[in-house]
Every structure is written in structure tokens, then in C-alpha cells.
T-cell receptor
Framework: DPKIIQKPKYLVAVTGSEKILICEQY?????MYWYRQSAKKPLEFMFS???????DNQTASSRFQPQSSKKNHLDLQITALKPDDSATYFC?????????????FGPGTRLLVL | GEQVEQRPPHLSVREGDSAFIICTYT??????FYWYKQEPGAGLQLLMS?????DRKEEQGLTVLLNKKDKQLSLNLTAAHPGDSAVYFC????????????FGKGTLLTVTP
């Protein structure tokens, strides 16, 4: 059974629209993360949360807003979508934030902005 | 900030041969090291984690070497088979920012029968 669920698997959006990427983990972890993988850049860190609190934000744009309604949920809302936002977005989790705890990744949501 | 260079970007080997991938990182405070595998259309699968107090780790046909003096991390995959074909990523966590992974650009490994 998948332990980290991301929905949807694929997403096509028009420029200027808004989308929400869903992430749920069933590993009992306390920390969750978002990473982005695009054609132009290597996998890059976006956000980290610990016990539903934002710990770090490394995205330059306020158009990206994580939302944590439950400890095992970390959704990503993207507003005013641009073609450059096209990428695969990976959610990850670890037992606790920082240190040696390994991060485990979900299958990703592939976003295409037209 | 931390930077990770991964080589080679592409690697093609025959079934039964070894595949060697190397990463060089910049931050001497880096403490945690990982190798992930990504199959087409899939997420990242953890292969192995290594901490800075370990120089060598072997598991199931994989050998990870950590050379802290030269700031290099390597993965050797022995006796490769076609099912090993995937993109392999190294990732590190620096001591000062030990909550986020910094990734190499990946190595596309193709194993031919």
C-alpha cells in the first residue's frame, strides 16, 4: 500500500489559473516537505513543515502556499499559474524535522501549465 | 549554499557489469548522505543512507563510499541488470541546514542485456 499519496498524478492547467496539489502520508511522520523537479533545474527544496508549522520556505514567489489541515497532510496551492511552473512536484516526509531522519518521497504530481 | 555536482549524467553498461556514479559536494559541514533511484514516471526510492561517521556501506549489490577529505560520495552498483535502469540521484543534508536535501542533477543509467 502506498504510504505517501499525492493527487492528482497528472494535472493540466491554463496560465493564470489556480490549482491545489494534495499530499497525505501514512507513515506517522511529523515533518513534511515539498520539492520540485523541472526540466531546467535539479530537484529543489521548496518548503518544510514540522508538526504543521512552517519551518522553511525557499520559494521566491508567494504564489506557492502550502496548507496543512492535519498533521499528515501538506497540500500545495499554486495561484496565478505560469508556464514556468510546469514541473513534477514531490511531497516527502520524515519522522522528525532535521538531523539524520530519512526523507521518503511520494510518486509526484506532474503539472503542465499551458 | 551547498552545491552538489554529479557525474556522469548518462551511463550505459552491459548486464553483469558495474556502474559507478560520483558526487562532489561543497559544504564541509555536510553530515547526511543519500542515494535515491527514480524509475520512469515514478517517485524517488531510497537506496541507501550514510552518515558522516561511515566511510563505506554495502547493501544488496550496492556500495557507497564517502571520502570526506575530498568531499565525494560514490555509488557502485555491481552486477547490474536491466531492472536497474533508472535515474540515480545523490542527495546531501548539510549540518547547518540539516532538514533539506540538496540533490545532484542525476545519472541516467541504462543497462543493456
Amino acid at each position: 500500500d502506498p504510504k505517501i499519496i499525492q493527487k492528482p498524478k497528472y494535472l493540466v492547467a491554463v496560465t493564470g489559473s489556480e490549482k491545489i496539489l494534495i499530499c497525505e502520508q501514512y507513515l506517522g511522520h511529523n515533518a513534511m516537505y515539498w520539492y520540485r523537479q523541472s526540466a531546467k533545474k535539479p530537484l529543489e527544496f521548496m518548503f518544510s513543515y514540522s508538526y504543521q508549522k512552517l519551518m522553511d520556505n525557499q520559494t521566491a514567489s508567494s504564489r506557492f502556499q502550502p496548507q496543512s489541515s492535519k498533521k499528515n497532510h501538506l497540500d500545495l496551492q499554486i495561484t496565478a499559474l505560469k508556464p514556468d511552473d510546469s514541473a513534477t512536484y514531490f511531497c516527502a516526509s520524515s519522522l522528525d524535522w532535521g538531523g539524520q531522519d530519512t526523507q521518503y518521497f511520494g510518486p509526484g504530481t506532474r503539472l503542465l501549465v499551458l | 549554499g551547498e552545491q552538489v555536482e554529479q557525474r556522469p549524467p548518462h551511463l550505459s553498461v552491459r548486464e553483469g557489469d558495474s556502474a559507478f556514479i560520483i558526487c562532489t559536494y561543497t559544504d564541509s559541514a555536510t553530515a547526511y548522505f543519500y542515494w535515491y533511484k527514480q524509475e520512469p514516471g515514478a517517485g524517488l526510492q531510497l537506496l541507501m543512507s550514510v552518515f558522516s561517521n561511515v566511510d563505506r556501506k554495502e547493501e544488496q549489490g550496492l556500495t557507497v563510499l564517502l571520502n570526506k577529505k575530498d568531499k565525494q560520495l560514490s555509488l557502485n552498483l555491481t552486477a547490474a541488470h536491466p531492472g536497474d535502469s533508472a535515474v540515480y540521484f545523490c542527495a546531501v543534508k548539510s549540518g547547518g541546514s540539516n532538514y533539506k536535501l540538496t540533490f545532484g542533477k542525476g545519472t541516467l543509467l541504462t543497462v543493456t542485456p
